[in-house]
């Protein structure tokens, strides 16, 4: 007969720090496993995190079931969840410049907000010429029209967005395209 030891099960505790994020804060979570090696948290909103203590940035208001789940060698991992309601203010903008130069920094034009529900996003060229348009707020500009790189100046853009709460929001402005 084979009998396999194992050691104990793991204990799934954590601890956060703060119930209700309202300022467009980080939540940290502190990890108080018991019996524990490894970790895998779901925080509901499409994302994970194996880090030991992480923090997490809700980009959404609502409430949100998080859950921490400890391993160890055994066979048997502990789920613990909490609910997390979130409530902070919606905030959308675009950054004024970038430079989509292929050093991995700043090279995408990106609408920047957090409890972004909805947006349109465009940029124009000094003859009024769109060169991009998205809905999409992870889809940014990379500096090129019709497959071709534009040139280093000025362009143009206008944002219609819907935040949280139905927040109805028309920027526009321009961007400075550095090469």
């Not at 509901?44 to 203590?53: I, K, L, Q, Y």
Request: aromatic share 12%; proline share 6%.
């Amino acid at each position: 007969i084979i009998i396999d030891v194992f050691q104990s099960a793991p204990i799934a505790q954590f601890s956060v720090s703060t119930q209700n994020p309202s300022s467009n804060e980080p939540v940290l979570f502190t990890n108080q496993s018991f019996n524990a090696t490894a970790y895998y948290w779901t925080f509901n909103d499409g994302t994970t995190s194996n880090d030991v203590n992480p923090a997490h940035i809700f980009q959404n208001n609502g409430q949100f079931l998080v859950c921490l789940t400890a391993y160890n060698n055994g066979p048997c991992p502990d789920t613990t969840c909490r609910l997390i309601f979130v409530n902070f203010t919606p905030i959308i903008d675009v950054p004024n410049a970038f430079s989509p130069n292929g050093d991995g920094q700043n090279d995408i034009l990106l609408v920047k907000g957090r409890g972004v529900q909805s947006i349109l996003f465009r940029v124009f060229n000094r003859w009024g010429e769109k060169v991009f348009e998205t809905n999409n707020i992870n889809t940014g500009w990379d500096g090129t029209y019709k497959g071709e790189p534009q040139e280093m100046e000025v362009y143009a853009w206008t944002l219609n967005a819907v935040l949280d709460g139905n927040i109805s929001v028309i920027k526009s402005g321009n961007v400075t395209l550095i090469r």
